[in-house]
């Protein structure tokens, strides 16, 4: 089918007048009001549980508006916010080592190589200090010096301290903060929780999302919640690359079936290898696992000068045959440099022939020098989490031989494209956290994620969604028997049905595995014109296979993980070929998207402003048609454009 | 250390919460000792839906030790055999070649199973919901360094708050007690002075959450501390039954508030 275009020329992002410094104070102020009695006659849908959709779900239950909230997990503490380690960055200067606002701010834009929106970046730099803030009283136990205070700690792409942490698990407890918030609301009845529920469609009613459908895992019950406004706060596409850094259940479902009701897809050829992953040991990998950027303060990366060397045992290769590459390519930001310019040198490493390991893509991260500088108790306080964490996954002693790392899909900059109210281009539909496009521009710096997540959550759409939902009348919203809700909900019945008719032979992680190399082949760390289009064709084909040769068991009125995974699947199947054709069209390096055609002299990142300094903003056109490319021009007003440079 | 492995798991399978489960035998051969135990599930699971057959259903999501949902009792151990490790961490480089394995999901009154391997933890998050938590509405915080805490205070607090809520902890408990997970939560905040103002109500609603929920009684067995993956001490109960003894005793029921000024 043909759909009309929703979207205009020249997207409008609302984005305030007036200096940088002044736009979220002046928009605070702008945004209409909902009057406190009025506020529980509106009802609001959270999809997502981590850091932006639990943090929203509590703080929009405690300004009084009926919420409820879904995630596919059995409980909402398990979202993959969980997993996050290092930490989360704050421009609170307690170390009087020259932070402020303004530099994180300034170093955000530069870290995603000014392909973010500067409005948004500022906002986000000006409320990290009320995140940490929020959290400090909610009894998320930050690690603390000797004297009481807050400990900080650096992280790549800056050269202040301000990254707090909570050991090796700064993700757990800062989601275990907002779970406990958003437990104390459905403690109270303000929030109603759907755990074990997938979203599975949005309700669109005259352009406007007014619900959701979801499949409660457990009945296999196919049902809709209608609502006067809906936040996604669903996380990544990361997994298209089969093998990543997040869980197994992360998807993009819900982000790409509002992609397809209308909602704009913003750059989703911005995606983060991140550097320092435990390498693949064999094709029965199922997921590869983080080792934390933070590892890097105390770390350092190297590869034997000589490929000959490789096979050796670390310890036995010298000093003077060792290449520490990044002290050497980048002596200021050194082993801190940003995870797409880390990540490129390790394959660069690799390509090379000096690569370590079995596979021989891999380097080696060695404390042997912070051991002998610090002590191995020291090393232990700080990281000994994940030291245990890799020696439970490789079998070697990290405090005696070196990690072997290598870079793996981690988060997605790309995603729904949002305006500064985090509304997508279908009115009512908000967007928080990873699951919207607006922040970390072509790359996210180490403990980023954490800040917007929260940001968005706490702090931004509580303010928002009041100036959308004041402009509709109270108690208007429609009714769940409407006809529109119905034949969404027989849409997803329609689809689940046609999974199970196909009783082909392969599994759902088959076709997943296929896509998985295949993405990472060619729109992984390296992308070419020549790859890409391989891509565009290869992705075609394995899901017309899918289509025709599925197996899956059982029934959809029961447990059904098999069917869960297979959807999933479906849908990656086509978020992977938006992927490459926005990577194909952006005939530019930046960032994390490095096109091989686009680079220096001595292989960094090519940009070209002149004709890529905006947003590519994809929209639906229907199955079989070909999407159409929107841009939103980025224009920089407080900050000059700049060649990045951590030379 | 490459030898592959060839094991017979024997899985308990249950259709759903009404009907009744059993345990049946399969084959997992051919398996590397690099794999995780997830990963190995996941090849008799291919191998099952290939001949049509129903796989095995079990919960996971992260596979890096944090989320706590994978929950399995492996040869009679919540989460095998291997100390301070989650199911998705343990790698078949513990098991020896040709080794039966026994696979149960966690037992207890107040998780039913909801297929094979898969339970219903829900009433943890309901314990959570009864106090532990906070009550400090989003904006209403002070700067995050007007309040220093010892640093011994916080690593304290920190260590009871690695408590992943996996569950493990109940599972291995031979009344289901779910005091280890309990007073890891209840600890934490009264280890810290933000948990202060509310540390003598919030021991009391989690404990009647937990009584409620049909969790059993602890009689300090210890089997908790040693399935816990993160670790999570005894001590916790000892300091929690502290709080606990002392807010029953200086209970008062809440008095209805005067009307306040105009």
Known sequence: ??????????????????????????????????????????????????????????????????????????????????????????????????????????DTVKGGDFRAREANVHRLAEVSNNIIDQCVAQGVPFA???????????????????????????????????????????????????????????????????????????????????ADAVCLATGGYGNVFYLSTNAKGCNGTAIWRAYKKGAAFANPCFTQIHPTCIPVTGDHQSKLTLMSESLRNDG????????????????????????????????????????????????QACDEGRGIGATGRGVYLDFEASIKRLGQNKIEERYGNLFEMYERITDENPYKTPMRIYPASHYTMGGLWVDYNLMSTIPGLFVLGEANFSDHGANRLGASALMQGLADGYFVIPYTIGGYLASIKPGSRIKVDDPVVKATEQ??????????????????????????????????????????????????????????????????????????????????????????????????????????EWQTGDGEALRDDENFCHVAAWEYKGDGNAPVRHTEALSFESLHLATRNYK | MSKHLNLTLHVWRQKNATCDGKFVEYPAENISPDMSFLEML???????????????????????????????????RPHGPKERTTTCQLHMRSFKDGESITLEPWRAEAFPVLKDLMVDRGALDRIIAAGGFVSVPTGSAQDANALPIPKENAELAMDAAACIGCGACVAACPNASA???????????????????ERYTRVRDMVAQ?????????????????????????ENIARMNRDFIKASLTYRPAVAGGGGAG
Not at chain 1, 28 to 45: E, G, I, S, T
Not at chain 1, 326 to 338: I, T, V
Not at chain 1, 501 to 523: A, C, N
Not at chain 2, 210 to 234: L, R, V, Y
Request: hydrophobic fraction near 35%; proline fraction near 4%; charged fraction near 25%.
């Open chain 1, 1 to 106: 089918m043909e759909l009309n275009s929703r979207i205009p020329d020249g997207l409008n992002s609302r984005i305030p007048d007036g200096p940088i410094e002044n736009k979220w104070e002046k928009h605070k102020f702008d945004l209409k009001l909902v009057n406190p009695a009025n506020k529980r006659k509106y009802k609001v849908l959270v999809v997502g549980s981590g850091l932006a959709g639990g943090a929203a779900a509590a703080s929009m239950a405690e300004l009084g508006y009926e919420v409820e909230c879904f995630c596919y997990q059995d409980s909402p503490r398990r979202a993959h916010s969980i997993a996050a380690q290092g930490g989360i960055n704050a421009a609170k200067n307690y170390h009087n080592d020259g932070d402020s606002v303004r530099r994180l701010f300034y």
């Open chain 1, 144 to 226: 603390r010096e000797y004297g009481g205070l807050l400990d900080n700690r650096s992280f790549g792409g800056a050269q202040v301290s301000r990254t707090f942490y909570a050991r090796g698990q700064t993700g757990q407890q800062l989601l275990l903060g907002a779970y406990q918030a958003l437990e104390r609301q459905i403690g109270l009845g303000a929030v109603k929780m759907f755990p074990r529920h997938e979203m599975l469609e949005l309700i669109v009613v005259d352009g406007v999302a007014k619900g959701i459908v979801t499949r409660n895992m457990v009945t296999g019950a196919v049902e809709s919640h209608v």
């Open chain 1, 300 to 347: 350092r990366i190297w590869v034997p000068k000589r490929k000959e060397d490789c096979g050796k045992p670390a310890s036995q290769i010298p000093e003077e045959d060792r290449d520490y590459y990044l002290e050497r390519k980048y002596p200021s930001y050194g082993n801190l440099a940003p995870r797409d310019i880390s990540s490129r040198a390790a394959k």
């Open chain 1, 491 to 596: 849409s997803v019945s329609g689809q689940i049905n046609r999974l199970f008719s196909i009783q082909g032979k392969q599994t759902p992680d088959y076709f997943h595995r296929e896509l998985g190399k295949v993405m990472w082949e060619y729109s992984g760390m390296g992308r070419t014109e020549a790859g890409l289009k391989k891509a565009l064709e290869l992705i075609p084909q394995i899901r017309e296979e899918f289509w025709h040769n599925l197996r899956l068991p059982g029934a959809g009125e029961e447990v059904n993980q098999a069917l869960e995974t297979a959807g999933r699947v479906a849908d990656f199947l086509e978020i992977g070929e938006l992927l490459c054709l926005d990577a194909l069209n952006r005939r530019e390096s930046c960032g994390a998207h490095f096109r091989e």
């Open chain 2, 42 to 76: 996941d090849i008799v699971n291919e191998g099952l839906i290939r001949k049509g057959e129903d796989p095995i259903t079990f919960d996971h999501d992260c596979r890096e030790g944090i989320c706590g949902t994978c929950s399995m009792v492996i040869n009679g």
């Open chain 2, 179 to 197: 005091m280890l997970f309990l007073s890891a939560k209840v600890s934490q905040l009264s280890l810290l002075p933000q948990g202060q103002p």
């Open chain 2, 210 to 234: 937990m009584d409620a929920e049909e969790f059993g009684t602890c009689t300090n067995h210890g089997e908790c501390e040693i399935a816990c993956p993160k670790g999570i001490k005894m």
